[in-house]
């Protein structure tokens, strides 16, 4: 017996903030070979280098569009900063506007392509589009201290949306 998964989705305004972490380009397929957990272990361990650092157990996870035609996309995995201040070798700062998203918790066991159709299922039922501000569509909120290798991730999934 299959049981049916369900994601409740929410809306919430998140205010603008500067991140500081390491950037990652590649396909979906080199992504989803694991080319963005490994960016992930080294963002966990180089942390203690990123000064300013605030909301230190959360990594997000930012994505963006590639460039038209391209085949693959951008990801950042970062942590929130105050402020930039020296940005450590091999990283980056990035600064995301205030948004409002379509929000909605993927918890252990779930299909994580599900839990996406699920969330830009409900954008549309209720009135809402996606939005890519700067290319960005969509965050994803992780615990910093989960294992990026972890087969099961739990995470929380945010849509730009207007």
Known sequence: MTVEQRNEASIITKP????????????YAEAGAGGIRAIHEQLQERLAEIPYAIHK???????????????????????EVEKVGDIPE???AIAVPELTYAT????????IQQSYTNVYNWIREQGYQEKAPDGLTHLEQYPME?????????????????
Do not use: R
Not at 16 to 25: H, P, R, T
Not at 57 to 79: I, N, Q
Not at 104 to 111: E, G, L, M
Not at 146 to 162: A, S
């Open 16 to 27: 603008a903030f500067q991140a500081v972490g390491i950037k990652w380009e590649g396909t």
């Open 57 to 79: 157990d959360t990594m997000l996870g930012l994505s963006y569009h590639a460039h038209p035609g391209a085949e693959g996309f951008t990801h950042y995995a970062t942590v």
């Open 90 to 92: 091999g990283m980056v």
């Open 104 to 111: 909605c918790h993927h918890a252990k066991q779930q299909n």
């Open 146 to 162: 989960q294992d990026p290798y972890d087969d099961q991730p739990e995470f929380v999934i945010m849509i730009p949306v207007e």
